[in-house]
């Protein structure tokens, strides 16, 4: 019997071990996008695979989003299983018309003759010292449209279980990686090509007196915040949301009606955030349980700051903890 295969990798590195994982299983499956091939993509996740499996099943593409998301579409409608590569999420929308108009709709509109098992991922967020374009988190545009999943993981091993599960789907998944925590973080995985469940919120640590929603690159500053709120006697129970579209309801009711607080904490700006759908759905669930209002941490209604600002827009261990006491004191 053969030992595991377990390494131990960052984030971008766990895409890259289940791309390979499910090409080596799949011969369907195909990667393309703007210097996915020859350089590996603009992150180096993609590096290796055209050595690998060739340039027919790994494709450079034209600087031309709109191109990448109908190519993927075509692709997945005959058969394939495309994962197509967006260089940034700011790049993501000269291609809306051909992922909201087309993918998400393609089952519904052919009554399920045909179905799109795609995947298009894109590096998001802020935190690399890049340009704006460079730095967006955009996800509530996506979760807002359906026959579309959104999935964010947090983790080099959600980002490994999470990809097979989005190849493997059925239907389009906007996969987004959040680029500040690519390497920031080394994770021993399994490479057993186990999936994890989408559409599941992963609760990361348990606790009673307040519920922390969160998802992405906010996971780390999260859970450094209830490292600290312990000194204070506050055990903070951690829900990494990891899909946020659809959304996993039930785990985040049944958590905050066990502590009867809850703080949502994301990186995107606040307005239409995802984090005001979280609300209003503790609010429609959960509202007798709650002993305090939901408060949210996240990003300013503005863009992205450049570099030397960008600290400035990014939630913070002290604004969760703040937050915290905020609705403790209530």
């Given at each position: 019997?053969?030992a595991?295969?377990?390494r131990?990798?960052?984030?971008?590195?766990a895409?890259?071990?289940?791309?390979?994982?499910?090409?080596?299983?799949?011969?369907?499956?195909?990667?393309?996008?703007?210097d996915?091939?020859t350089?590996?993509?603009?992150?180096?996740?993609t590096?290796?695979?055209k050595?690998?499996?060739g340039?027919?099943?790994?494709m450079d593409?034209?600087l031309?989003?709109?191109?990448?998301?109908?190519t993927?579409?075509?692709?997945?409608?005959?058969?394939?299983?495309?994962?197509?590569?967006?260089?940034?999420?700011?790049?993501?929308?000269?291609?809306?018309?051909?992922?909201?108009?087309?993918?998400?709709?393609?089952?519904?509109r052919t009554?399920?003759?045909?179905?799109?098992?795609?995947?298009y991922?894109?590096?998001?967020?802020?935190?690399?010292?890049?340009?704006?374009h460079?730095?967006?988190?955009?996800e509530?545009?996506?979760?807002?449209?359906?026959?579309?999943?959104?999935?964010?993981?947090?983790?080099?091993?959600?980002?490994?279980?999470?990809?097979?599960?989005?190849?493997r789907?059925?239907?389009?998944?906007i996969?987004?990686?959040?680029?500040?925590i690519?390497?920031?973080?080394?994770?021993?995985?399994?490479?057993n090509?186990e999936a994890l469940?989408?559409?599941?919120?992963?609760?990361?640590?348990?606790?009673?007196?307040?519920?922390?929603?969160t998802?992405?690159a906010?996971?780390?500053?999260?859970?450094?915040a209830?490292?600290k709120?312990?000194?204070?006697?506050?055990?903070?129970?951690v829900?990494?949301?990891?899909t946020?579209?659809?959304?996993?309801?039930?785990?985040?009711?049944?958590?905050?009606?066990?502590?009867?607080?809850?703080?949502?904490?994301?990186?995107?700006?606040?307005?239409?955030?995802?984090?005001?759908?979280?609300?209003?759905?503790?609010?429609?669930g959960?509202?007798?349980?709650?002993?305090?209002?939901v408060?949210?941490?996240?990003?300013?209604?503005?863009?992205?700051?450049?570099?030397?600002?960008?600290q400035?827009?990014l939630p913070?261990?002290?604004?969760?903890?703040?937050?915290?006491?905020?609705?403790?004191?209530?």
């Amino acid at each position: 019997m053969s030992a595991p295969d377990v390494r131990d990798v960052t984030l971008v590195e766990a895409v890259n071990l289940a791309l390979t994982w499910e090409m080596e299983h799949d011969e369907n499956v195909v990667v393309l996008g703007e210097d996915v091939a020859t350089n590996g993509g603009v992150f180096r996740a993609t590096v290796g695979l055209k050595d690998k499996f060739g340039f027919k099943r790994v494709m450079d593409t034209p600087l031309a989003e709109n191109l990448i998301a109908g190519t993927a579409i075509g692709m997945a409608t005959q058969g394939l299983k495309p994962v197509a590569e967006f260089q940034f999420m700011g790049f993501i929308y000269a291609a809306m018309e051909q992922i909201v108009s087309h993918a998400a709709r393609m089952r519904n509109r052919t009554r399920g003759r045909l179905h799109c098992p795609l995947v298009y991922r894109a590096p998001f967020g802020g935190g690399i010292h890049a340009p704006e374009h460079h730095s967006e988190s955009t996800e509530a545009l996506f979760a807002h449209i359906p026959g579309l999943r959104v999935v964010i993981p947090s983790s080099p091993s959600r980002a490994y279980g999470l990809l097979l599960a989005a190849i493997r789907n059925p239907d389009p998944v906007i996969f987004l990686e959040p680029k500040r925590i690519y390497r920031a973080v080394t994770q021993s995985v399994s490479n057993n090509g186990e999936a994890l469940p989408l559409d599941t919120c992963f609760t990361l640590r348990e606790g009673n007196d307040v519920t922390l929603i969160t998802w992405g690159a906010c996971v780390t500053e999260t859970l450094q915040a209830a490292d600290k709120l312990v000194e204070q006697g506050i055990t903070a129970e951690v829900i990494d949301v990891a899909t946020i579209s659809p959304l996993d309801r039930e785990t985040l009711l049944c958590s905050v009606a066990k502590t009867g607080r809850a703080v949502i904490v994301h990186e995107a700006c606040r307005n239409g955030g995802v984090g005001a759908e979280v609300a209003a759905s503790i609010a429609e669930g959960a509202f007798l349980d709650l002993q305090a209002p939901v408060v949210r941490v996240t990003g300013y209604d503005t863009i992205m700051p450049y570099y030397r600002n960008e600290q400035a827009y990014l939630p913070e261990v002290g604004d969760i903890v703040q937050a915290v006491e905020q609705v403790i004191a209530l």
